[in-house]
């Protein structure tokens, strides 16, 4: 609720620690479980910031994280309790497993660490672990090395590994963006498989908003560490209300490429350090208008469960306010 995170720049200079990156700002988000939740961004929206905070692996500067409707307490205990209700899937299968190490040992750490697993019950609990995760016959993988599966297994460890603690939320920060084409669509099936059996609630982070369309119920789409638009994800992609949504669409990647979206023609997005004034996407948006550069849009309802922060959608704004914005 409300989570706001700003960093200080570490970099030399007469500005040192007097500068800050508004990473995000301000952002409210439910994750109900059995659902899954697309926040979708160019890189340095602030999407990762966002899902590490949502794992405690930063705290926020303001805001606060609510499991089941109560506050997360700051004891340390409250917050091993939340850490294990949550786990964090990366993007990168190849670095998140370590090579030395089967199958197996990376399976049976966490179950022994937090389940308490005993000797003679390891082993069965590991492979319906690699079940789990459609790595079957278990016998094929469970004593495999990471060098030896291909990019998608990996991410079906990883994936495994995490569901040894039983956690409540997944969190899956670009899970398919390093692996080939022909395998996302497995891996995105398998994390829709999760969500509807385990009743898992998921944030699956990404720059691709059309997988965004094809795994989330809701999607949350930032931009410069805000939330730009928000609302289910079908309508969000058919009737994009944010002119950013309607940019992004418009650049949505050929399915054969795997590098993120460049979005082509009006500039890239801003430094986080100075943020623009008022829309951070004003010197970006073909429709921006005279309030867009001082005010920042609250966010508007534009549909049922729709919204969106543009003054577009406002009734509310005066002809000066609604005079095209000069460009410069
Ligand atoms: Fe464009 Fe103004 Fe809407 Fe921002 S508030 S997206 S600048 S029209
Ligand atoms: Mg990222």
Redo the contacts with the bound molecule.
């Keep these: 609720r409300r989570l706001t995170k700003h960093f200080p720049v570490h970099q030399l200079g007469p500005t040192r620690g007097r500068q800050v990156v508004h990473a995000v700002e301000d952002i409210s988000l439910a994750l109900p479980e059995a659902t899954v939740t697309a926040v979708v961004g160019e890189s340095g929206s602030g999407k990762s910031t966002l899902a590490r905070l949502l794992t405690q692996l930063i705290t926020p500067t303001s805001g606060e994280l609510l499991l089941d409707g109560q506050p997360v307490g700051s004891s340390a205990k409250a917050r091993r309790a939340y850490t294990r209700m949550v786990h964090l899937v990366l993007q990168d299968p190849f670095s998140s497993l370590n090579s030395v190490h089967s199958v197996r040992y990376h399976l049976e750490r966490p179950l022994k660490l937090h389940r308490r697993a005993g000797r003679d019950d390891l082993d069965s609990r590991t492979r319906q672990l690699l079940e789990r995760v459609a790595l079957s016959p278990a016998e094929r993988f469970i004593d495999s090395f990471p060098h030896e599966l291909s990019g998608g297994q990996r991410q079906r460890v990883a994936i495994a590994r995490g569901l040894a603690v039983e956690p409540r939320v997944l969190l899956a920060d670009e899970p398919v963006s390093m692996l080939d084409v022909s395998i996302r669509l497995g891996v995105l099936n398998l994390l829709d498989e999760l969500r509807e059996r385990e009743r898992l609630a998921i944030l699956y982070v990404t720059h691709d908003i059309a997988s965004a369309r094809y795994l989330a119920d809701t999607a949350v789409v930032m931009y410069a560490g805000q939330v730009?638009e928000s609302g289910p994800a079908t309508q969000i992609t058919d009737a994009p209300a944010?002119?950013?949504t309607q940019l992004l669409l418009s650049a949505a990647p050929d399915p054969a490429r795997t590098d993120p979206p460049v979005l082509r023609g009006r500039g890239s997005p801003p430094s986080l350090v100075n943020p623009p004034s008022?829309?951070?996407?004003?010197p970006r948006?073909?429709?921006?208008?005279a309030?867009?550069?001082t005010t920042a849009?609250p966010a508007l309802p534009v549909a049922t469960e729709q919204v969106a922060?543009?003054?577009?959608h406002s009734t509310e704004r005066t002809a000066a306010e609604s005079a095209p914005?000069k460009p410069g």
């Design positions: 730009v944010h002119p950013y008022g829309c951070r996407f004003h948006c073909p429709f921006a208008m309030v867009c550069a849009p922060a543009c003054w577009l914005l």
